[in-house]
């Protein structure tokens, strides 16, 4: 049901002219707790995805042991960008319809082209920024 409703919000996104993606969050006890849309077109905002949404919505409104027993049903397995603010949201799971692997296959190139990364560069400098601060 929570993935049919995830498809469902994709159908509404790509209806008002966005990518066909859509997410909910739903809590302990089953119950909704926010639903998202892809807006990333009419936003004119590349971040505007479902999953992202929702994360940022929990780690503001959520109790962390709250946020920990949620379930977010998604229409598409979450992107590298969507993941990483997943995991740092502290979500309990994701539950997702169509894997990348299947959506880059509908997609002519067979998605986004990998950007080359280069680094570390400067080690000791950048650790002398961080280190401590984890603790």
Not at 27 to 46: C, F, M, Q
Not at 91 to 102: D, K, M, W
Request: hydrophobic letters at 40%; aromatic letters at 6%; glycine letters at 10%.
């Amino acid at each position: 049901m929570s993935l049919d409703r995830a498809i469902e919000l994709a159908v509404e996104a790509r209806a008002a002219g966005d990518p066909p993606f859509g997410s909910l969050l739903v809590g302990p006890d089953g119950e909704v707790l926010a639903e998202a849309r892809n807006t990333s077109l009419s936003d004119n905002d590349i971040t505007a995805h479902p999953e992202l949404k929702l994360a940022r919505w929990a780690a503001r409104e959520l109790d962390p042991a709250v946020a920990a027993r949620t379930t977010m049903f998604t229409s598409c397995q979450p992107c590298g960008m969507c993941a990483g603010a997943i995991e740092r949201s502290g979500l309990g799971r994701v539950v997702f319809a169509l894997s990348t692997e299947q959506l880059n296959e509908l997609k002519p190139g067979g998605g986004f082209p990998a950007v080359p990364q280069e680094g570390p560069g400067r080690h000791a400098e950048a650790r002398a920024a961080v280190e401590g601060y984890y603790r």
